[in-house]
């Protein structure tokens, strides 16, 4: 894979030097980076800010690099910082004073106001009669860009113009084939790294590359209330808005919004250096996107780090996010126990047994052990306790008695009641919903739903094949698995708990999958999880029990033909998605552990239909998992030959995501819902939310995950608006099932 640009987000405040969290401006000058702020001028000086004593005590309001120095307009003057030395150019006409919007150099010195255009000459700044007379009365010039070769162009509320080389001003009205443009309020205008003219305004962007070529949404600009455009690296520009920023590169667009990339989203000034590093000045201070150069097995040491130092809860190492006290500082954190610890720590353990598998690093079988002795610990807990749960019960997860007791005070009686009574009439009322351990360390709690046993299988199966070496390490694994199994045989196919009844989800028996009406969503989805923790089951103990268990399923209960409709959706983004990543996991070992041919192309055929319903939402790890079982096969329908193998762009897209995966993983608020480039959701699929709250884009795909949220793989990706206030760190197992899984199948190349 090689090196890729990582974007790693850095903000700034008082808190680290600057005069004012006011900033009016940035730029880079000279290889040096300046803020200008309502306090004064500051350069960045091993990552802090010193301030500029000579342009202090007074706002900045604006910035340009001019050769190695620094314009600045500062006490009612354009002067210019060099050298450790402030010189005074000329002095601003008074109706200039406290209006400028902006400046550009090259040779010639312009200034931008909101009463028209300035030049310099002979220490004095002068109207540019010629430009200001085609303003008309709307004066005001947002930003002015000048080219080596004399060329100037101006972003007006009047409209977009030029000058040429020979000094002649006129109104520019870009076209593109069926598309002429007479643009007004043009927000911004530069001229790029190659030499080509931006312009920005509500009705799009354009860029003149000898023929016009013109944006808007429908070419998947994502925002357009513009406040500033910069040019960036070769090819490169960026676009300030009132509601973050945007980033394209003349193919991709990227839309910067939120603290996870910005102080504020009303960017006032951007600045680019050579190496790409944005800069932007907000009125909560400055920030800068860096790209470093990164790869995908440094960014997976990098998450396996912050999970050893942070996300380890208990002795035996339950991963899971973390809450942070002070919304964005990880310096402290407090770590707290979920639902489904055990899926996540299954989910995280199978990510090191396919590190194992693909580096033979000693750090990641460690690793994979312990994420066994963690889920396995979640079997035992559960044994000879107050109350004790029958043999082969599953705890959700534990919490010490040291601490407070769970069952006094969220998990009662009445919320169960309440539960039952508003949201769901099958919820079990529980109590107590945390028993204790045998030996009165532990809490446990009870009620385990199907999901945490697809993670336990998924996980058991891969740590088996490939990380038990030895034979004694195997062993562990058949009796621990054979106990869950033999488990649901007893009951019918299902999940018993301490008080003798199914807990609420982990019910998989015919007799209410195929007749109860009330387990009709659920049929396929736990027809195959069944056939899929039989058959790993036969596989890991060797006994052929699990496997006619199966087939019994199968043949009078019609389980394989279930599975032609494991999820209920109605159109694209509909549905439970939770249950998507919990099928994805029961395809894997299915295909794997099937012995009949013919129930495996069966079987291949129903994930090749569910993973065309989620290849649009650019998931590296349910793409790895598809590739990963189904490749070169077909199946035939009535009426066709279906060709099953993954189709389009799916491994870019995986490598996409992997790289543009954040490296912070704090929950800041990513709002995408004002976007101009999203296709609503048709109202039918709107079943987990109001219409105007889930959508993609016009390309079909969802937002990239760089601008959304992401914990884990179950979360809704066609949801617009996700994150919360910057009190949660999600760890990196999302990152590292993928990426070490994709390695282990030979999709990824380090």
């Known amino acids: 894979m090689g090196t890729y640009p990582q974007e790693v987000r850095t903000a700034y405040t008082t808190a680290q030097g600057l005069p004012d969290n006011d900033v009016r401006a940035v730029a880079v000058a000279g290889g040096q980076v300046y803020a200008g702020t309502r306090a004064g001028l500051a350069t960045l000086t091993a990552g802090r800010w010193e301030p500029v004593k000579a342009v202090s005590g007074a706002p900045v309001e604006a910035l340009a690099p001019r050769g190695n120095g620094l314009l600045v307009v500062f006490r009612g003057a354009l002067q210019q910082w060099e050298n450790g030395r402030l010189t005074q150019l000329a002095t601003l006409p008074q109706a200039a004073n406290g209006n400028v919007r902006g400046l550009a150099a090259a040779g010639q010195v312009w200034v931008a106001t909101s009463t028209g255009l300035l030049a310099l000459e002979s220490n004095q700044l002068v ?33 977009l113009f030029w000058r040429d080389s020979g000094s002649n001003w006129r109104a520019v009205y870009p076209h593109q084939a069926g598309r002429s443009w007479a643009p007004r309020d043009v927000r911004g205008v530069a001229y790029d790294a190659q030499g080509r003219l931006w312009f920005a ?24 209330d513009f406040t500033t455009l910069a040019a960036g690296e070769q090819g490169v520009v960026w676009m300030g808005t009132r509601r973050g920023a945007i980033r394209f590169d003349g193919r991709t667009w ?22 790409g590093h944005t800069w932007f000045a907000t009125s909560a201070g400055a920030s800068v996107i860096e790209r470093r150069p990164m790869t995908l097995a440094q960014k997976a040491r990098f998450f396996e780090d912050e999970i050893d130092k942070r996300h380890r809860r208990t002795p035996y190492g339950y991963v899971l996010s973390v809450s942070l006290p002070q919304p964005g500082d990880t310096s402290t954190w407090r770590q707290h126990d979920s639902d489904n610890d055990g899926l996540w720590t299954s ?31 979640l079997s035992t807990v559960t044994q000879g306790g107050t109350p004790p749960a029958p043999p082969g019960f599953v705890a959700r997860t534990i919490l010490p008695t040291s601490g407070p007791d769970p069952n006094a005070t ?4 009445a919320r169960d009641e309440n539960t039952r009574a508003t949201r769901d009439r099958l919820w079990k009322v529980l109590v107590p919903r945390w028993p204790k351990s045998a030996d009165g360390q532990w ?18 199966a891969q740590y088996y094949d490939l990380v038990a070496e030895t034979e004694a390490e195997k062993e562990d694994v058949r009796k621990l698995v054979a106990g869950i199994t033999d488990h649901l045989l007893a009951n019918h196919y299902a999940l018993i708990d301490w008080d003798g009844t199914p807990t609420r989800w982990a019910v998989f028996g015919p007799q209410e999958l195929n007749f109860n009406p009330d387990w009709w969503v659920e049929r396929g989805l736990n027809s195959l999880s069944l056939l899929s923790y039989l058959r790993t089951t036969e596989h890991i103990t060797g006994n052929p029990k699990y496997g006619q268990a199966a087939e019994r399923l199968v043949r009078e209960n019609s389980y394989a033909i279930n599975t032609l409709v494991p999820k209920i959706a109605y159109l694209q983004g509909s549905g439970n998605h939770s249950d998507d990543e919990m099928a994805f996991m029961g395809y894997y070992n299915l295909l794997q552990y099937e012995k009949d041919p013919a129930l495996r192309n069966l079987y291949a055929f129903s994930y090749f239909r569910y993973w065309q319903m989620e290849k649009p939402e650019l998931n590296p790890l349910f793409n790895f998992m598809y590739a990963g079982r189904v490749r070169n096969e077909t199946y035939r329908t009535p009426h066709r030959e279906v060709n099953l193998a993954p189709y389009g762009n799916w491994l870019e897209e995986s490598v996409d995501t992997l790289r543009r995966f954040p490296l912070d993983r704090i929950n800041w608020r990513l709002t995408n819902s004002h976007r101009k480039d999203i296709v609503r959701l048709m109202a039918e699929a709107q079943d987990q939310g109001d219409v105007d709250s889930m959508g993609y884009r ?12 992401v914990e884990h793989w179950n979360q809704n990706p066609y949801r617009l608006d996700q994150g919360g206030q910057g009190n949660m760190l999600a760890d990196g197992a999302s990152f590292l099932l993928p990426y070490y899984m994709g390695l282990y199948h030979r999709f990824i190349l380090e």
């Not at 939120?258 to 102080?263: A, I, M, V």
């Not at 009620?447 to 336990?456: A, I, K, P, Y």
């Open 127 to 159: 109207p540019v009669a010629a430009l200001n007379t085609l303003l008309g009365e709307q004066k005001d010039v947002r930003q002015v860009a000048a080219r080596s070769d004399g060329s100037v162009a101006v972003a007006a509320d009047a409209g």
């Open 201 to 224: 305004s509500p009705q799009g962007v354009g860029r003149l590359d000898g023929q016009w070529t013109l944006y808007t949404e429908q070419e998947g600009l994502p925002y357009d």
């Open 254 to 275: 990227e839309y910067r919004q939120g603290l996870r990339w910005l102080p504020d989203d009303d960017v006032r000034g951007i600045a680019v250096t050579k190496e």
């Open 347 to 377: 989910m995280y353990g199978a990510g090191v047994c396919y590190a194992y598998a693909a580096t033979r690093d000693p750090l990641a079988k460690k690793r994979a052990r312990a994420a066994f002795e963690a889920l396995r610990f």
């Open 410 to 413: 969220h998990y009662t009686r």
């Open 443 to 460: 809490y446990w709690k009870a009620d385990t739903s199907s999901d945490e046993l697809d993670g336990h299988y998924f996980f058991y």
């Open 698 to 709: 016009r390309n079909g795909t969802v937002l990239p995950i760089d601008e959304r949220f």
